[in-house]
């Protein structure tokens, strides 16, 4: 019996995702500024179609300049740490293609790319650190996460989960 009842709240927490679309989540306006941050740091909840969800604190990186360093040189990145490019493209103007490269980043990464609603269009884990090779979202998206490589996996985060975060527009 303890199966079955897992069985049906799984299937009722992605029903629920998907028919609110993931971003009604936030708990922010949308066209707020930068996001309140704690210590320096975001609070990100990754919620996977399953119910289960994931708690994370990252740096936020919401301007060109900052987005274009993103994790570059960085060998220090927390089990649960990370950066949220958001608002993604920085200048606005709407949800675009993303493209991200490894050049300068030791460190592989999970790239996580978010749809304006807050659902995750694709994962490219463990990226090759230093690599030139772009990274693409294949779809416009407004928001992107970046995790210390291995944690979609070991999270079973996949296409389709949801992530939320004070300040995100549609909240």
Partial sequence: MRVRLSSVAAALAAATLALSGCGGSGNGRAGEGNVAARNG?????????????????????????????????????????????????????????????????????????IRGDGTIVAIA??????????????EPVSAVLELRAGRTAALGIAAGDCVTWPGQPGG
Avoid: C
């Fill in 41 to 113: 740091l975001v609070p990100v909840t990754v919620s996977t179609v399953g119910g289960v969800r994931h708690a994370f604190e990252v740096e936020l990186a919401d301007t060109g300049p900052e987005q274009q360093r993103g994790l570059m040189f960085r060998t220090d990145i927390p089990e649960n740490g990370g950066m949220l490019f958001a608002p993604y493209p920085p200048e606005g103007g709407g949800a675009r293609e993303a493209s991200f490269w490894m050049k300068d980043t030791p460190s592989a990464l999970d790239i996580i790319f």
């Fill in 125 to 138: 884990q463990d990226t090759v650190p230093f690599s030139e090779i772009p990274v693409t979202s294949g």
